[in-house]
């Protein structure tokens, strides 16, 4: 009896559980997931239709939907900046939506964050832009008529941003009417440049060897400390590269010194420099963990990429990888990160394919991390984890004259790659 009372009890808690109101399952949500149901794990609805036993709505990711998780906007004489920080890649409409009234640009498969919502609510995004989520599955940015003279919108990735570039009219009364012919932008005039000096018949490379002087970096079983490594390193890279013709070769320190990662730089950025490479020894709690790994900067992905930027950062870990996302969206900083990322790309595979034949090689690949020198240089930059000096293997290997001159050579090779087949954007 008692046995037949607790599966009614159960099943009755079941059913009220299926038929909650909506306001009730908001109380669940956090802007992330929704809590699923066992039906809803076992049997998933299909992309576009709802469960039909089952108010539970599933979480925005799972249902392909992309989360704006942040609104900015900027001013400056004659235009206006509107960046969207999303979480993945969003597809906005090809075909803007052309009416008397204005334009809208629709973002499908999109929904607002909560803290976008709030900044909307508050009145903090500039005019022209009127933001709404017309639906439960897209947003769109309308552009009132007469407020504008053109606008030109734009995809960018790693981070994932969308940004609209609007030329406000100077009178809203007496703008000149607007070219509304169908497509995804419409061109912006092109502003007067100030006269450009002649293209450089070189290029710049700064070379930063990490930490020095007072700050020792990580430390091996048998005392071996990553400032020695990385200057050993830095100065056979910059031997080998100074014999590229048409290429110019600086370092951040030739000695044993401690130079602040500001300086570090500022020093790049004041050279002028076209590409900066930072060379740095890894380390991990265990002592098994050993292998290469090559930086670019955005957000850490995982847990350890932030760690290590941390420890490299001298900064808390939870602090870290604070105000990665309020990187300047114009497209200097696009195509920065683009050719960072292919830049590490190139020098990684140089290096796993120069080292694996003569040692036994981990490649932990590229990722991204908020590092201080990645983020405040102006060129296409990375930073190369050579190898684990907690591990102590790999502490031998850095200990050899050997290996680190074929560590500077794979990195040499990688540079030469990059510069043979990028196009080093104009500074």
Same mark, same amino acid.
């Given at each position: 009896?008692?046995s037949?009372?607790?599966?009614?009890?159960?099943?009755?808690?079941?059913?009220?559980?299926?038929?909650?109101?909506?306001?009730?399952?908001?109380?669940?949500?956090?802007?992330?997931?929704?809590?699923?149901?066992?039906?809803?794990?076992?049997?998933?609805p299909?992309?576009?239709?709802?469960?039909?036993?089952?108010?539970? *709505?599933?979480?925005?990711? &799972?249902? /392909?939907? $992309?989360?704006?998780?942040?609104?900015? =906007?900027? #001013?400056?004489?004659?235009? +206006?900046?509107?960046?969207?920080?999303?979480?993945?890649?969003?597809?906005?409409s090809? *075909?803007?939506?052309?009416? &008397?009234? /204005?334009? $809208?640009?629709?973002?499908?498969?999109? =929904?607002? #964050?909560?803290?976008?919502? +709030?900044?909307?609510?508050?009145?903090?995004?500039?005019?022209?832009?009127?933001?709404?989520?017309?639906?439960?599955?897209?947003?769109?940015?309308?552009?009132?008529?007469?407020?504008?003279?053109?606008?030109?919108?734009?995809?960018?990735?790693?981070?994932?941003?969308?940004?609209?570039?609007?030329?406000?009219?100077?009178?809203?009364?007496?703008a000149?009417?607007?070219?509304?012919?169908?497509g995804?932008?419409?061109?912006?005039p092109?502003?007067?440049?100030?006269?450009?000096?002649?293209?450089?018949?070189?290029?710049?490379?700064?070379?930063?060897?990490?930490?020095?002087?007072?700050?020792p970096?990580?430390?091996?079983?048998?005392?071996?400390?990553?400032?020695?490594?990385?200057?050993?390193?830095?100065?056979?890279?910059?031997?080998?590269?100074?014999?590229?013709?048409?290429?110019?070769?600086?370092?951040?320190?030739?000695?044993?010194?401690?130079?602040?990662?500001?300086?570090?730089?500022?020093f790049?950025?004041?050279?002028?420099?076209?590409?900066?490479?930072?060379?740095?020894?890894?380390?991990?709690?265990?002592?098994?963990?050993?292998?290469?790994?090559?930086?670019?900067?955005?957000?850490?992905?995982?847990?350890?990429?932030?760690?290590?930027?941390?420890?490299?950062?001298?900064?808390?870990?939870?602090?870290?990888?604070?105000?990665?996302?309020?990187?300047?969206?114009?497209?200097?900083?696009?195509?920065?990160?683009?050719?960072?990322?292919?830049?590490?790309?190139?020098?990684?595979?140089?290096?796993?394919?120069?080292?694996?034949?003569?040692?036994?090689?981990?490649?932990?690949?590229?990722?991204?991390?908020?590092?201080?020198?990645?983020?405040?240089?102006?060129?296409?930059?990375?930073?190369?984890?050579?190898?684990?000096?907690?591990?102590?293997?790999?502490?031998?290997?850095?200990?050899?004259?050997?290996?680190?001159?074929r560590?500077?050579?794979?990195?040499?090779?990688?540079?030469?790659?990059?510069?043979?087949?990028?196009?080093?954007?104009p500074?």
């Open positions: 009896m008692r037949a009372l607790w599966r009614i009890f159960t099943l009755a808690f079941l059913v009220g559980l299926f038929h909650l109101p909506m306001h009730a399952l908001d109380l669940f949500h956090d802007g992330q997931a929704f809590a699923e149901t066992r039906a809803a794990r076992q049997e998933p299909a992309k576009h239709k709802r469960s039909r036993t089952s108010r539970i *709505h599933l979480a925005p990711t &799972a249902l /392909g939907l $992309t989360t704006i998780q942040n609104l900015r =906007t900027a #001013s400056s004489p004659g235009l +206006t900046r509107l960046v969207l920080d999303l979480d993945a890649k969003a597809s906005p090809k *075909h803007p939506k052309l009416q &008397a009234e /204005g334009v $809208t640009i629709e973002i499908p498969n999109a =929904t607002l #964050s909560q803290s976008a919502k +709030t900044k909307l609510t508050a009145g903090k995004i500039a005019k022209p832009f009127i933001i709404t989520q017309s639906s439960e599955r897209s947003v769109e940015v309308s552009l009132p008529a007469g407020s504008f003279q053109r606008y030109k919108l734009l995809t960018l990735a790693n981070p994932h941003r969308l940004v609209i570039d609007v030329v406000p009219s100077s009178d809203p009364l007496t000149p009417p607007v070219d509304l012919t169908p995804l932008e419409l061109p912006l092109t502003p007067p440049q100030p006269a450009q000096p002649r293209a450089k018949s070189f290029k710049t490379i700064v070379i930063d060897p990490g930490h020095g002087g007072k700050d970096g990580a430390r091996g079983q048998r005392g071996t400390e990553e400032k020695d490594i990385t200057l050993k390193v830095a100065l056979k890279l910059r031997d080998l590269l100074s014999k590229q013709p048409g290429v110019r070769v600086l370092m951040t320190r030739y000695r044993d010194e401690f130079v602040e990662l500001e300086d570090r730089a500022k790049a950025n004041g050279q002028e420099a076209d590409l900066f490479v930072s060379i740095h020894v890894n380390s991990h709690p265990q002592r098994s963990v050993k292998g290469i790994e090559i930086y670019h900067f955005g957000e850490a992905k995982d847990q350890r990429a932030l760690e290590v930027a941390a420890r490299e950062n001298g900064t808390p870990l939870n602090t870290t990888g604070v105000g990665w996302e309020y990187l300047v969206a114009d497209l200097l900083t696009a195509k920065k990160i683009e050719a960072s990322l292919e830049l590490a790309w190139t020098a990684k595979e140089a290096m796993v394919t120069n080292l694996n034949n003569r040692y036994s090689l981990v490649d932990h690949g590229v990722k991204t991390a908020p590092f201080y020198v990645l983020r405040f240089t102006s060129m296409p930059s990375i930073l190369a984890e050579i190898a684990y000096i907690s591990n102590s293997a790999e502490e031998d290997m850095l200990r050899t004259g050997l290996f680190t001159t560590v500077a050579e794979a990195l040499m090779e990688g540079v030469n790659t990059f510069l043979a087949s990028a196009k080093i954007a500074r």
